[in-house]
């Protein structure tokens, strides 16, 4: 064996595959309960049954769905551009599933003196890791639209990527002022800065998440991160009363499934990103039985809270119009996500380094023109439109 | 502690394995599903209507004017990532940099919304 | 050693596909050509040891900068070949000059400052990205650099209200963006009764997404 080889450590790159194939087939599993989950919740909201059939309660109805899938007959239109139209499934589902890498789903364990952290790679710039596949999301999008070569999807595909870049920006405010409140850009860093507890009397059992530390952030997130996701009320790509299916109108079977895959997968993957970064990540009481198991059980239990809120928010909320959508993102998320990441840094990370007048004095004035600034703009938010725009008569 | 090009070698290797599983689907679904195409079924669904001309057609402008937007704020969130790690110990310098480019591309914010691009109607 | 491997790894697949984008006959394969050679930049970037520009590079261009060129090519509606016709005379003959000026400049510029075939020093790595790689970088940008940084700032600025002062329409009335689906001066590209629509289902806001798109040529 030639001395290059003999220096590599082999049995830490079996720990590594092995570690990667363990979370890739549990987020698979957990993705066809997702699906299932969603429809019996939704299902129960509207007094309905839901999947029944296939097992227990339904359970592997995602599973038939999926064989069914595969049986059907694809149909690819003349008209479409067919290596683009291949590409683009591929490139919605992969992004969310590369995101979810930097994602830690317990604390390291030690397996044959490797200190084996419970995240495919804790990698240095995990945030903008999570930013940089969701700004790949939209390629799946565009391309699918473009190249199935008709209307319809076409719309659905320059609407849903507006949508997404547009709220894009939104998201990246937000996980700015979770950076800044921490001080790192690792995920695992940004657990272990929401492992304090609050000093004050009474709630010293409370975690200091940065739900309750950056709240504006987190809501700045989890809109983003429904609009992302084309879930409602932001799911105007699939406007069927407007657009049948928006960018994946043109595709069937096999190809059709990895776009509903793609779906769920960025579902998981932005609620497992808010579990991380708000609350608390796999941070939870841990009892002694089996004891390595708790911090998956706290993740997995937090990540379909959060799906259940995508869920119950689709079983609640009409579909949004176009142009409020629009206007919100850039009218009120944007400007809000300035200002308080300017705020954050005024109140939580500059004070105890320098002295809480100077850096307010500065921060404070930043604040403050920022509000001059963009409060017409977010006054004038997305109320404004709809009042304006019957008044423009006919075309032509 | 892992090595760093161990580190993102798993990120290759989770794509690797994203790609094959979207490859296999596609090469299962051509081996087992039907394939019996007809004229018919090979045009594009335009809600019974059959297709006129070609497909590919315009956008409007105002997509193109958010998508430009979208890249100068994706630009400054890039550039706040590094200024929000090294907050604390870049010291008031850094900061009142910080404030004065928010400011700055506040500024054109305002513009895109006093020329009413922003809205869409 | 591994970034020598992966040097010669990336190398071929960037010029490969950056021959592909200046070939291939369609627009957005052009497009997704581009982007193959921004994701070996990127890759490039992180075996040289800055993480940051890797995911700077997949985030700004790979995610932005390229969105933005497939607007623009679905905004002219490409699928048709262009016509290889020369609209300005010698234009080729001026592009192979600004190019060959371009790879001089960059050339000069790279001998002057650190010189061609300069080995880095063995801790080059440790010594540049102190810390770490992002921090190291913060503290170089916003110290040393603080003037270009602002100026960066003016600069995006400048060209947001470059954009924005020319999509806007001129004529019509007078609201903004209104019916801009076509360019001035020309005829809407409607086949469909444009005209004699009762209401613009646009302007009413029943959809963002009428106008040309939802038009058959």
Not at chain 1, 366 to 394: F, S
Not at chain 2, 91 to 107: D, N, S, T
Not at chain 3, 121 to 127: C, P, R, S, T, W
Request: charged residues 10%.
């Amino acid at each position: 064996m030639s001395p290059v080889l003999a220096s590599i450590d082999w049995t830490a790159w079996l720990l590594l595959i092995v570690r990667v194939i363990v979370i890739f087939a549990l987020v698979m599993v957990y993705l066809v309960l997702v699906i299932w989950f969603e429809r019996k919740a939704v299902a129960d909201m509207q007094t309905r049954i839901g999947p029944n059939r296939a097992g227990p309660f339904g359970v592997l109805q995602t599973i038939a769905d999926g064989v069914k899938l595969l049986l059907k007959e694809e149909i690819i239109p003349e008209t479409a551009d067919l290596p683009v139209y291949l590409i683009a499934p591929l490139a919605s589902a992969v992004p969310a599933l590369l995101a979810f890498a930097v994602i830690p789903l317990g604390p390291s364990v030690t397996i044959a003196g490797h200190t084996v952290p419970f995240q495919i790679s804790d990698l240095s710039v995990g945030i903008l890791w999570i930013l940089a596949m969701a700004s790949l999301a939209v390629y799946g999008v565009v391309l699918a639209g473009w190249s199935s070569g008709t209307n319809y999807p076409l719309i659905g595909s320059v609407r849903s990527s507006a949508q997404m870049i547009s709220y894009e920006v939104g998201m990246g405010l937000g996980l700015v002022a979770v950076v800044l409140y921490a001080g790192t850009l690792t995920m695992s860093g940004i657990v272990a800065v929401q492992a304090r507890h609050f000093g004050v009397p009474g709630l010293t059992w409370l975690p200091k998440w940065n739900l309750f530390m950056q709240f504006p952030a987190f809501l700045i997130y989890v809109v983003a991160a429904f609009a992302e996701t084309n879930r409602p009320p932001f799911d105007l790509p699939e406007a069927e009363t407007e657009l049948v299916a928006g960018y994946h109108t043109e595709y069937s079977g096999m190809k059709f499934a990895m776009f509903y895959l793609a779906e769920y997968m960025h579902m998981i993957t932005v609620s497992s990103v808010a579990v991380t970064l708000f609350l608390g990540g796999w941070r939870g009481p841990i009892f002694p039985v089996v004891r390595w198991l708790w911090p998956l059980v706290w993740f997995v239990a937090k990540v379909t809270v959060m799906i259940f809120v995508f869920i119950w928010v689709r079983a609640t909320l009409p579909r949004m119009r176009y142009d409020k959508l629009m206007a919100f993102g850039w009218k009120v998320m944007i400007p809000i996500g300035l200002v308080w990441v300017l705020a954050t840094g005024g109140i939580v990370a500059l004070p105890p380094a320098y002295g809480a007048w100077r850096a307010g004095a500065i921060v404070g004035f930043g604040v403050l023109a920022l509000i001059l600034l963009l409060g017409p703009v977010i006054r004038g938010g997305p109320a404004r439109a709809p009042v304006e725009a019957p008044t423009r008569g006919v075309s032509g | 502690m892992e090595s760093y090009f161990q580190s993102y070698g798993v990120l290759l290797g989770l794509l690797v394995a994203g790609v094959g599983l979207v490859a296999v689907a596609f090469v299962a679904a051509r081996v087992i599903a039907p394939h019996r195409p007809s004229p018919s079924k090979l045009t594009t669904y335009e809600c019974g209507m059959d297709p006129v001309g070609e497909g590919w057609s315009q956008t409007q402008i105002r997509y193109y004017i958010y998508a430009f937007l979208f890249v100068i704020f994706d630009v400054e969130s890039v550039f706040l990532f590094p200024w929000a790690t090294a907050f604390v110990r870049l010291g008031m310098q850094a900061v009142v940099e910080m404030v004065v480019f928010v400011v700055i591309l506040a500024v054109g914010l305002l513009y895109a919304y006093r020329k009413k691009v922003l809205q869409w109607a | 050693m591994p970034q020598l491997v992966l040097f010669w790894i990336l190398a071929p697949i960037s010029i490969v596909a950056a021959f592909g984008m200046v070939l291939a006959r369609n627009a957005v394969h052009s497009a997704l050509f581009l982007i193959v050679t921004f994701f070996s930049l990127a890759v490039a970037f992180l075996a040289l040891g800055s993480p940051f520009l890797f995911v700077v590079q997949i985030i700004v261009y790979a995610g932005a900068i390229m969105v933005l060129f497939l607007f623009v090519i679905m905004l002219l509606g490409v699928d048709r070949e262009e016509s290889m016709r020369e609209r300005i005379a010698g234009q080729r003959w001026m592009a192979l000059l600004l190019g060959l000026g371009l790879l001089a400049e960059v050339t000069a510029a790279v001998r002057l400052g650190i010189g061609i075939r300069t080995r880095a020093a063995g801790d080059f790595n440790v010594l540049v990205n102190h810390g770490d790689n992002v921090r190291a970088l913060a503290g170089v940008l916003f110290n040393g650099y603080f003037l270009p940084f602002e100026v960066t700032s003016v600069l995006l600025i400048v060209a947001a209200v470059g954009v924005i002062l020319h999509a806007r329409r001129r004529h019509g009335d007078g609201g903004p963006l209104d019916r801009a689906d076509a360019p001035p001066g020309e005829p809407l590209p409607l086949e469909e009764p444009g005209g004699s629509t009762p209401v613009d289902p646009e302007s009413a806001g029943v959809s963002g997404a009428a106008g040309p798109v939802g038009a058959a040529r």
